[in-house]
T-cell receptor, first 113, second 114 residues
Framework: SQTIHQWPATLVQPVGSPLSLECTVE??????LYWYRQAAGRGLQLLFY??????ISSEVPQNLSASRPQDRQFILSSKKLLLSDSGFYLC????????????FGEGSRLTVL | GDSVTQMEGPVTLSEEAFLTINCTYT??????LFWYVQYPGEGLQLLLK?????DKGSNKGFEATYRKETTSFHLEKGSVQVSDSAVYFC?????????????FGKGTHLIIQP
């Protein structure tokens, strides 16, 4: 069966520090991968998605970047965090044929102070 | 573009009450529709889905019917439990099969009191 993991689960970082959140999927090949951010009162915002290794699409201009160095690995990064980067970050995957159903990781809570 | 509108809440009910969470959508084609649930501190889990008009999705006592004429996908449960307390998200997928994921509503926070 397929599983998705992301880490760290919680992170407290000072403004201006770098960020790296990692997500891996097991039990499937060639998944679509996604990073969402959930901020209080704002629902889910799609940040990045990827249909293959090295292929990243960005939905919103921001202080963050994403990379997909391996088929089942998706990394969210920042060189310098802002206070507004605080939130709950969710990684998700879907089958390449896109049935529309997404499978989510456990989430990473980022607090920038 | 596509959009999903749902009541944000919080919605507070007593245990065993009847639940309705409204969801309406705007889409250019015929999307698939989903309800996801998020328990405190966790990621989202698929609760139920419907892929075409008049389909009824159901799971764990929850139901939702895809109503094309009213562009709605309201979530219902006949008797809620304290363990149903969570945030519920309505979502749709692009019928063209694009890879850019789902369009979500803002979520409805449900609180069930014993």
């Amino acid at each position: 069966s397929q599983t998705i993991h992301q880490w760290p689960a919680t992170l407290v970082q000072p403004v201006g520090s770098p960020l790296s959140l990692e997500c891996t999927v097991e039990g499937t090949s060639n998944p679509n991968l996604y990073w969402y951010r959930q901020a209080a009162g704002r629902g889910l915002q799609l940040l990045f998605y990827s249909v293959g290794i090295g292929q990243i699409s960005s939905e919103v201009p921001q202080n963050l970047s994403a990379s997909r160095p391996q088929d089942r690995q998706f990394i969210l990064s920042s060189k310098k965090l802002l206070l507004s980067d605080s939130g709950f970050y969710l990684c998700a995957w879907s089958v390449l044929a896109n049935t529309g159903e997404l499978f989510f990781g456990e989430g990473s809570r980022l607090t920038v102070l | 573009g596509d959009s999903v509108t749902q009541m944000e809440g919080p919605v507070t009910l007593s245990e065993e009450a009847f639940l309705t969470i409204n969801c309406t959508y705007t889409a250019t084609g015929y999307p698939s529709l989903f309800w996801y649930v998020q328990y405190p501190g966790e990621g989202l889990q698929l609760l139920l889905k419907a892929t075409k008009a008049d389909d009824k999705g159901s799971n764990k006592g929850f139901e939702a019917t895809y109503r094309k004429e009213t562009t709605s996908f309201h979530l219902e449960k006949g008797s809620v439990q304290v363990s149903d307390s969570a945030v519920y998200f309505c979502a749709l997928s692009d019928p063209g099969g694009g890879a850019d994921g789902l369009t979500f509503g803002k979520g409805t926070h449900l609180i069930i009191q014993p």
